[in-house]
């Protein structure tokens, strides 16, 4: 079923098999073609998709949309809102094919939303979950920039030249009305074209690796394009496997070197559920840890609170000629605590073994941690009760008394 997207059309292509009890959904693999990609050839990449285990989301953009860059945002995002309501139930591996100018005339710019670098923005958690999801990156015959002369010989080619009855002077009035768009996207959207090659560029960022299929013999998409392109993405940090032929035309790699084609792209897509896996694992990690630094912030805020609480009561003893008091001096503590440590390392010696058993995180008033937490919530001056938190002095108004000055009260009200 063809949903449209505001700078195009899109329509799912699910796995035959994905409804029996034998066989799992692998991934989605997001199609994006653009007028060179013939049904019958498109339909040839969906099918190889779909015999691996991955179902497809095709996206047919409209040949404008390089020029025209909010049709491309318009598409983009009716394409995010479509995956997040297969993403929010089950998440997946997802895999961006771009297939010759697809990755301009759509693919950047749903980079950039997911991103938070375009004018329409996605909240933080559908933009985490997208992010997270993607795994992988093809391009067959591309990237290329269309925005150019290329792009009067796309539409010669895709548009014109197939038609019956074309003449040269039909041919050469096209030529011409591209060549006009290319002025009028050069005047008004000259920053467009920078914009398309830094949102790939960036795109390394993703953690997810790069496929690239390509052939010396396109006349559609030079080979020296994309070898630099290729160059710079590795030497960003990018995972890149680089695949070129000699002599298959633009887009016709599958058909002319079958075996080759559906080995890498193979290869590629299992990759491509290996780094979703390890991401996974690395969020569960990272959410693991933001939960133990939480929760260590709150223990702090208790220990402060309770160092307030015990300040406060010490203010009020002398309001009582009846009340006692007793606090440990820091000779004392240390005495204990070196004591505690050697009985501790007295025990390991005899039971003689060599193997420390993991457990679970603990704050041990002994360790490093808890010394910290101890030197920062124990009051330093005890004999001026001055404790500062968040800026706050808590002090006493009363005159210091000497220890022996205490002693002699008591002796005297005895």
């Known amino acids: 079923m063809l949903t449209s997207g505001g700078g ?14 034998s066989s799992k959904l692998e991934g989605i693999v997001v ?20 015999s691996i ?5 095709v996206v047919l953009s409209d040949f404008l949309n390089p020029f025209f860059p909010e049709r491309a945002t318009s598409l983009a995002f009716s394409i995010l809102n479509e995956l997040l309501e297969e993403l929010r139930t089950k998440p997946c591996p997802l895999v961006l094919a771009a297939f010759s100018g697809g990755s301009q005339a759509c693919m950047y710019k749903l980079l950039q939303i997911i991103e938070g670098t375009c004018e329409a923005h ?11 999801c993607i795994s992988g990156q093809m391009f067959d015959s591309g ?3 269309v925005t150019g002369d290329l792009g009067a010989r796309f539409a010669l080619q895709s548009s014109i030249l197939n038609l019956p009855g074309s003449s040269k002077l039909v041919s050469l009035f096209a030529k011409g009305v591209t060549s006009g768009l290319d002025a009028l996207f050069l005047t008004k959207f000259g920053s467009h074209r920078s914009e398309y090659w830094q949102t790939l560029y960036s795109s390394v960022g993703l953690g997810a690796p790069f496929l690239i299929l390509c052939s010396e013999n396109d006349d559609l998409a030079p080979y020296p394009v994309i070898y630099s392109f290729a160059q710079r993405v590795q030497g960003l940090g990018g995972h890149v496997r680089f695949i070129n032929w000699k002599d298959s035309p633009h887009l016709g790699h599958y058909e002319y070197n079958p075996i080759q084609y559906r080995t890498a792209v193979t290869k590629f897509l299992d990759h491509s559920i290996s780094i979703f896996n390890q991401k996974l694992q690395k969020l569960f990690e990272r959410n ?11 223990l702090i805020c208790d220990l402060q609170n309770a160092a307030v609480d015990s300040n406060q009561s010490l203010r009020r003893v002398a309001v009582g000629p009846t009340d006692h008091f007793f606090l440990p001096s820091s000779l004392e503590y240390q005495n204990n605590k070196e004591s505690g440590s050697l009985q501790d390392e007295q025990k390991e010696r005899r039971s003689g073994s060599g193997v420390h058993v993991a457990s679970p995180p603990s704050l041990s008033p002994h360790s490093v ?8 919530c124990v009051p330093k ?21 000497s220890l022996n000055g205490l002693k002699r009260m008591r002796r005297s009200r005895l």
């Open 8 to 21: 195009g059309t899109f329509y799912w292509v699910r796995n035959e098999e994905e409804t029996s009890s």
């Open 31 to 50: 199609v994006f073609a653009w007028g060179s990609l013939e049904e019958s050839r498109l339909k040839n990449f969906v099918d190889l998709y779909s």
């Open 53 to 57: 285990g991955w179902n497809s989301l």
């Open 122 to 132: 996605l909240n933080l958690d559908d933009s985490r979950l997208i992010m997270t």
């Open 143 to 145: 990237p290329v920039n």
């Open 288 to 298: 693991g840890m933001e939960g133990m630094h939480d929760k260590i912030c709150e």
């Open 369 to 376: 941690l808890g010394q910290v937490l101890f030197d920062v």
């Open 381 to 401: 001056n005890i004999e001026g009760w001055d404790i500062k938190f968040d800026g706050k002095t808590f002090g006493s108004g009363r005159k210091r008394l």
